[in-house]
């Protein structure tokens, strides 16, 4: 059977059917970076705090250049929640981050 996969509050639920492991991926939002934050730094920054996943740093759609927020993916909850411990309000460059369980895009408030 192929894999399954779940996305239910930020976190990321994958496995075949039947399998009595499921990987629970979580994903986090990162906010308030410097607009010079790269995704290798990011990625650095975050494995002191266990195994990551996935880093994007979001980027405008028309100018490229990057928007001041990402999303990593944090191999399990432990993991998401010592980033959330380590980095929430942490300095980055003059800045203090925003590190929270990235909500669902139907759960964004909208303006």
Do not use: C
């Not at 607009?35 to 100018?63: H, Y």
């Not at 959330?84 to 460059?93: D, H, K």
Request: a negative charge.
């Amino acid at each position: 059977m192929p894999p399954s996969l779940l996305w239910v509050s930020g976190i990321f639920y994958s496995g075949n059917t039947g399998e009595s492991s499921i990987k629970m991926d979580v994903r986090l939002y990162v906010g308030n970076l410097p607009r010079s934050t790269s995704q290798d730094e990011l990625d650095t920054l975050f494995r002191q705090a266990g195994a990551v996943v996935s880093v994007e740093v979001v980027r405008d759609r028309i100018s490229g250049e990057p928007k001041g927020f990402a999303f990593i993916t944090m191999g399990s909850q432990t993991d998401a929640d010592q980033a959330i411990s380590l980095f929430n309000a942490y300095a980055l460059g003059e800045r203090e981050l925003t590190v929270n369980v990235a909500k669902p895009r139907d759960e964004q408030p909208r303006h």
